[in-house]
């Protein structure tokens, strides 16, 4: 199985501040990555899919990059919703393992 | 608008199976594949496995095989994920996901575009 690592797993930080998860593959998985947004109690949201495309909806503070076994998911200006977990997932292989994700909170 | 409906809540005991329930609507159901995907209390989220409406072929995460059934009724746009011998460390939420498509240059990415709203499978004695 691909082990999809995340960090931090969980970062402080305040309204209007640039910040940058980072997501591992185990091995080489192209840029079959996506990102999703969970808030307590909720199902995940996509986010992102294939790496840096932006699903219909999101709002344009969110970008990703990366390829191969390097991800990275940064969100430009929070905004008090984007406080929330965020996963990583690879749709390389199955079984399409997730990150541990990241908590991100208000500072 | 797409959407899916999960079955509501499920109190258990140890070695019981549990059959949950995804009512998919908005789209035509046998275009997308559907996925299981778990969430034990404060936890991660693991994939558990796939069916393809259309045909009912399944794939299951190694984790699950033998534990593990998912089906459809292609008439209701439903599809079904049962979980037996259950233990104590299946209490989780049971998420059922929409798998889309994304085409790009040259090749094509699955992502999870719609999820369901969770199920909460409580397993205690």
């Known amino acids: 199985d691909i082990q999809m690592t995340q960090s931090p797993s969980s970062l402080s930080a305040s309204v209007g501040d640039r910040v940058t998860i980072t997501c591992r593959a185990s091995?080489?998985?192209?840029?079959?990555l996506n990102w999703y947004q969970q808030k307590p109690g909720k199902a995940p949201k996509l986010l992102i899919y294939?790496?840096?495309s932006l699903q219909s909806g999101v709002p344009s503070r969110f970008s990703a990059s990366g390829s191969g076994t390097d991800f990275t998911l940064t969100i430009s200006s929070l905004q008090p919703e984007d406080f929330a977990t965020y996963y990583c997932?690879?749709?390389?292989?199955?079984?399409?393992?997730f990150g541990q994700g990241t908590k991100l909170e208000i500072k | 608008q797409v959407q899916l409906v999960q079955s509501g809540a499920e109190v258990k005991k140890p070695g019981a199976s549990v059959k949950v329930s995804c009512k998919a609507s908005?789209?035509?159901?046998?275009?997308?594949?559907m996925h299981w995907v778990r969430q034990a209390p404060g936890q991660g989220l693991e994939w558990m496995g796939i069916?393809?409406?259309?045909?009912?072929?399944?794939s299951y995460a190694q984790k699950f095989q033998g534990r593990v059934t998912m089906t459809r009724d292609t008439s209701t746009s439903t599809v079904y994920m049962e979980l037996s011998s259950l233990r104590s460390e299946d209490t989780a939420v049971y998420y059922c996901?929409?798998?889309?498509?994304?085409?790009?240059?040259?090749?094509?990415?699955?992502?999870?575009?719609?999820w369901g709203q969770g199920t909460l499978v409580t397993v205690s004695s």
């Open positions: 996901a929409r798998g889309s498509v994304y085409y790009g240059s040259g090749s094509s990415s699955i992502a999870f575009d719609c």
């Open positions: 908005g789209y035509t159901f046998t275009s997308y594949y």
């Open positions: 069916i393809n409406p259309s045909g009912g072929t399944t």
């Open positions: 091995q080489s998985i192209s840029n079959y």
């Open positions: 294939a790496a840096s």
């Open positions: 997932q690879q749709s390389y292989s199955t079984p399409y393992t």
